[in-house]
């Protein structure tokens, strides 16, 4: 479970427990907040681990697209980040790849610049043997500027090292016109996905705040997942939406609610929600 299932005022230990309780095996929260949480209620390492819910992913206090003594200055303390997130079993964390309308200041990175940022990072991941994944925002797609699809994504990590990958949400890859023949070859490198459904509109128009709960849309999940299953990906499969109907719930029914919708995609694609592909 993505944490942006419960409403944002939820206070990270409070989702932690909410994401536990709706029998989750696997959290995704960036480092700080993660860090946050565990500040709040010391108790919360009990319910992580063995038996308990493994934070596997998150996000680090890094963005690609910062000027550079920005972007210099924060490599210091994304390292404790990871150190942190790594000791407690998480397996990578994920980086926006940058987008921006052509009259946008400043102009988006070069590639070379950009291949450089990821390089730098995915080597301060590898000392931690994390993953760094990279996200295309397939949303807003009436501009050239930035890398808005799967094949603008996997363009840009073939020149990358081993532990460099690609996030694919499902809703951007929707937006972004993705098609399920795309699918077949991603997992020969790291992979991480995000699922949530899409209504029933023209691509070009859809909008973060349209994210609906796996199948209450028209994207083709279990066609996207059994793909992502034939190609090999056996990785954890995380919810990820803003959904005002979720975030008037309590935490706990958020989640869930967001847990019951996952279970019923897997069992449609075969998938028991037994082992690792949870």
């Known amino acids: 479970?993505?944490?942006?299932?419960?409403?944002?005022?939820?206070?990270?230990?409070?989702?932690?427990?909410?994401?536990?309780?709706?029998?989750?095996?696997?959290?995704?929260?960036?480092?700080?907040?993660?860090?946050?949480?565990?500040?709040?209620?010391?108790?919360?390492?009990?319910?992580?681990?063995?038996?308990?819910?493994?934070?596997?992913?998150?996000?680090?206090?890094?963005?690609?697209?910062?000027?550079?003594?920005?972007?210099?200055?924060?490599?210091?303390?994304?390292?404790?980040?990871?150190?942190?997130?790594?000791?407690?079993?998480?397996?990578?964390?994920?980086?926006?790849?940058?987008?921006?309308?052509?009259?946008?200041?400043?102009?988006?990175?070069?590639?070379r610049e950009l291949s450089e940022r990821i390089g730098t990072v995915a080597g301060l991941a590898g000392q931690h043997g994390l993953d760094l994944?990279?996200?295309?925002?397939?949303?807003?797609?009436?501009?050239?500027h930035g890398y808005l699809t799967l094949i603008d994504a996997a363009d840009l990590v073939a020149d990358q090292g081993?532990?460099?990958?690609?996030?694919?949400?499902?809703?951007?890859w929707h937006a972004s016109g993705g098609v399920v023949a795309e699918l077949g070859n991603?997992?020969?490198?790291?992979?991480f996905v995000h699922v949530s459904d899409a209504p029933d509109v023209e691509r070009e128009t859809l909008?973060?705040?349209?994210?609906?709960?796996?199948g209450h849309g028209v994207i083709d999940l279990t066609g996207c997942?059994?793909?992502?299953?034939?190609?090999?990906?056996?990785?954890?499969v995380s919810i990820e939406l803003k959904n005002p109907i979720l975030h008037a719930l309590a935490p706990a029914d958020a989640a869930r609610a967001a847990y019951a919708a996952g279970a019923a995609l897997l069992r449609s694609v075969g998938q028991t929600g037994a082992g690792e592909t949870r």
């Open 1 to 111: 479970m993505n944490r942006v299932v419960v409403a944002p005022g939820t206070g990270a230990a409070e989702v932690v427990r909410a994401a536990h309780e709706a029998s989750f095996p696997f959290l995704e929260m960036s480092a700080p907040r993660l860090m946050k949480a565990l500040d709040e209620d010391r108790h919360l390492r009990g319910l992580m681990g063995a038996g308990g819910i493994m934070p596997v992913h998150g996000g680090w206090s890094l963005r690609l697209d910062w000027e550079r003594e920005r972007f210099a200055s924060a490599l210091d303390g994304m390292r404790g980040e990871m150190e942190f997130m790594a000791g407690l079993g998480c397996r990578g964390g994920t980086l926006v790849l940058p987008r921006q309308e052509p009259t946008a200041q400043p102009p988006i990175l070069r590639r």
């Open 133 to 144: 994944v990279l996200e295309f925002i397939g949303t807003g797609r009436d501009t050239d």
């Open 162 to 172: 081993p532990n460099v990958g690609i996030l694919l949400d499902t809703f951007h």
């Open 186 to 191: 991603l997992a020969d490198r790291p992979l």
């Open 207 to 214: 909008t973060e705040a349209m994210r609906l709960l796996p």
């Open 225 to 236: 997942l059994g793909a992502l299953a034939r190609g090999g990906y056996r990785g954890p």
